[in-house]
Each structure stands twice: as C-alpha cells, then as structure tokens.
C-alpha cells in the first residue's frame, strides 16, 4: 500500500475533506464512525485495508476537529 499525502489550505478544508471520506464508510458498513473506532479498537473487527484507513481517518478527523475547537476556544 501506498502512502498518499494530501495538504489543505485549511483546518475546515481538511476537516470537510475527512467528513466526506467518513461518510462513505459509514454508508458503507452502516455504523457511525464513533461506533466503529471504539469497536475497532476494542479487537472486535478485523484488520482489513478499509477498517484500517477508517481509523486513521477518524483519528485524523478527532485531532483536526479538537484543534479548530481549541482555536476558537482562544479567540472567544
């Protein structure tokens, strides 16, 4: 597998990018991504390429998300 790097203009430009990647699966495999990271890392689904790059998205996603909340936490 290939490792592909993409770079954003922005926190929400990267942030809407991930949601839209994390709405396919979860149309997909019909859970939540919440739903599905708390189960994958619990052991109870396999390690296939998708669930694999599902968590990393979602982890990606969370880590985005907290730093655009911590940004405007210190503008208010």
Excluded: P
């Amino acid at each position: 597998m290939r490792k592909q790097r993409i770079e954003y203009d922005s926190s929400v430009d990267a942030l809407v990018a991930i949601a839209k990647h994390l709405s396919s699966y979860e149309s997909q495999y019909k859970m939540t991504s919440e739903e599905f990271f708390n189960s994958f890392i619990k052991g109870q689904l396999e390690d296939s390429e998708d669930y694999i790059e599902w968590a990393n998205n979602y982890k990606h996603y969370v880590m985005i998300r907290r730093d655009i909340e911590d940004q405007l936490h210190n503008v208010a």
